[in-house]
């Protein structure tokens, strides 16, 4: 699916999708680059907008530096909602 990047910096990507379609349960979807074919992002937010929907991805190096920063490596089975 194609779109239109209207905001980027270290923190954020927000793309303008071209097509409005059900992005219901694509949180984690990757952006892929036209231009490097690389992922750049993942997808953590929809918003409608008018007769599209634009999508929040957060940036892939950001998500690097977090992963590559922690020096906590908590159990996904011992965690429990408050």
């Given at each position: ?10 923190t954020g ?12 349960r694509?949180?984690g ?28 991805f957060?940036?892939i190096?950001?998500?690097v530096?977090m ?7 908590p159990?996904i ?6």
């Amino acid at each position: 699916m194609a779109g239109t990047v209207q905001s980027a910096d270290a923190t954020g990507i927000w793309v303008l999708m071209d097509e409005t379609f059900d992005a219901g349960r694509m949180s984690g979807s990757p952006l892929v680059s036209w231009h490097t074919g690389l992922v750049v992002g993942m997808a953590i937010a929809v918003v409608p907008r008018a007769d599209r929907i634009e999508i929040g991805f957060h940036p892939i190096g950001h998500i690097v530096q977090m992963a590559e920063a922690a020096r906590e490596f908590p159990k996904i089975a011992d965690y429990q909602r408050k």
